[in-house]
Nanobody, 120 residues
Framework: QVQLVESGGGLVQAGDSMRLSCAAS??????IGWFRQAPGKEREFVAA????????NYADSVKGRFTISKNSARNTVYLQMNGLKPEDTAVYYC???????????????WGQGLQVTVSS
């Protein structure tokens, strides 16, 4: 079973940047997605990248600010977050899809999550 470990996160001010990492124990034909859950809200899709890094998908709320990328040699996916806003505050999770539909519903095998807090 593939295990995911997220790192990064913390407290930043509005307008700052932050990079999250999701390291997988192994990856073959797996796509990686990032999701987030704010207090009192349902978990929502943020971004995803397919197994070879050729295709990405973003939520409208983060397009132009967040960039997902992959280092295949390290089995690690990154989420570069620029222009952070207070509404980006949430627990961020990475997850796997065995395949490359990049459909939010296709993801599972969640990481432990990490807190991102953006102060105004």
């Amino acid at each position: 079973q593939v295990q995911l470990v997220e790192s990064g996160g913390g407290l930043v001010q509005a307008g700052d940047s932050m990079r999250l990492s999701c390291a997988a124990s192994r990856l073959t034909f797996h796509s990686i997605g990032w999701f987030r859950q704010a207090p009192g809200k349902e978990r929502e899709f943020v971004a995803a990248i397919n197994w070879n890094g050729a295709t990405t998908n973003y939520a409208d709320s983060v397009k132009g600010r967040f960039t997902i990328s992959k280092n295949s040699a390290r089995n690690t996916v990154y989420l570069q977050m620029n222009g952070l806003k207070p509404e980006d505050t949430a627990v961020y999770y990475c997850a796997l899809e065995f395949g490359d539909s990049l459909s939010p519903a296709a993801f599972g095998s969640w990481g432990q999550g990490l807190q991102v807090t953006v102060s105004s």
